[in-house]
DNA sequence: ATTTGATCATTT
DNA sequence: AAATGATCAAAT
C-alpha cells in the first residue's frame, strides 16, 4: 500500500490526528508491514512505519521529511507521564562544518518545522500495543531558537577549529553532539588544532530531552 | 558505502 | 534514573 505525499499542511496534520489513540498494532495491520519481536534488531521500525503511514517523502535525501511542507518528522518515544525516554536524532555533523551560518545550517533546516508523533513505549509493554499519542506541529519560538544557535555555534566552532578533545556529549544546552556510526571502529579522518590529520568516530547533532520535554508540556499546557 | 530511521547498553 | 557512548537495519 503506497500513500501519496499530503498536499498541504493542513491535509498532514489531519492524516496524523487519526493516528492518536491508536496502538502500532493497528497501524502495522493497515500495511502488513514486517512488525519485529524487539526494536534492538530494528531501531528504526517506529519511525518508518509513521513515515510510511503519513505519506512522507523525503525518504533518503538530507531535505525534511515533508519535502514540499518543509516539514521534519519525528516519533518521540514518552513515558505513560508524557515525558520523553530518549534523545532525539537531528542530522549528522559534517567535519569540517559546510554550513557558513545557523541559518543556513543542516539543523535549522530540519527544525524550523517539526511534527512530532508521541509514542507511549514505557515499561515492557509489548510492542504492538504501544499507543500514539496527540501529534505536535511545532516550530521553535524565538527563546529556543536563540538558544539552539547558541549551542550550534559553540558545537560547530570547536569542530571547526579541530578542539575534538573537548567536544563531548556534556557540552550545549539543547543541542548535543553525539557518536553516529554502526559502531565506535568506525572512522573518519579530521584534522585536529595542530594541524595534524587523526580519526575521530563519525558525529551527529542531537536534542536532549530537556527540550523535548517543554515542547510536550508547552503543548499541553496552551 | 552512506544516509535515513532511531534505540540499546554502559557509565555516571 | 538519567545521560553518554555504542550500535542496528532498510533504502539507496
Not at 558545537?155 to 578533545?165: I, K, Q, W
Request: aromatic fraction near 8%; hydrophobic fraction near 35%.
Amino acid at each position: 500500500m503506497n500513500i501519496l505525499p499530503p498536499t498541504s499542511e493542513t491535509e498532514l496534520l489531519n492524516r496524523a490526528y487519526t493516528l492518536a489513540g491508536k496502538t502500532l498494532g493497528d497501524i502495522a495491520k493497515l500495511h502488513q508491514k514486517y512488525v519485529p519481536t524487539s526494536l534492538i534488531h530494528a531501531k528504526g521500525w517506529i519511525g518508518q512505519l509513521i513515515e510510511k503511514t503519513l505519506g512522507a517523502n523525503g525518504s533518503n535525501l538530507d531535505q525534511p521529511d515533508f519535502i514540499n511542507l518543509g516539514i521534519e518528522l519525528k516519533t518521540l518515544p514518552v513515558t505513560a507521564q508524557g515525558f520523553p525516554c530518549e534523545s532525539t536524532y537531528i542530522c549528522a555533523a559534517s567535519i569540517p562544518c559546510e554550513d557558513k551560518t545557523w541559518e543556513q545550517s543542516r539543523v535549522w533546516r530540519k527544525m524550523e518545522k517539526m511534527l512530532w508523533v508521541p509514542i507511549e513505549s514505557n515499561s515492557e509493554k509489548p510492542l504492538l500495543a504501544q499507543r500514539i499519542g496527540t501529534p505536535i506541529l511545532w516550530s521553535p519560538s524565538i527563546r529556543i531558537v536563540t538558544q539552539l544557535r547558541e549551542d550550534w555555534e559553540e558545537l560547530t566552532e570547536l569542530m571547526t577549529l579541530g578542539n575534538f578533545e573537548d567536544l563531548s556529549a556534556h557540552k550545549g544546552k539543547y543541542l548535543q553532539i553525539r557518536p553516529k556510526a554502526a559502531n565506535a571502529k568506525t572512522f573518519i579522518q579530521v584534522i585536529d588544532h595542530q594541524g595534524q590529520s587523526i580519526s575521530i568516530v563519525p558525529k551527529g547533532f542531537y536534542i536532549r530531552t530537556i527540550l523535548t520535554r517543554q515542547i510536550i508540556e508547552h503543548h499541553y499546557c496552551t
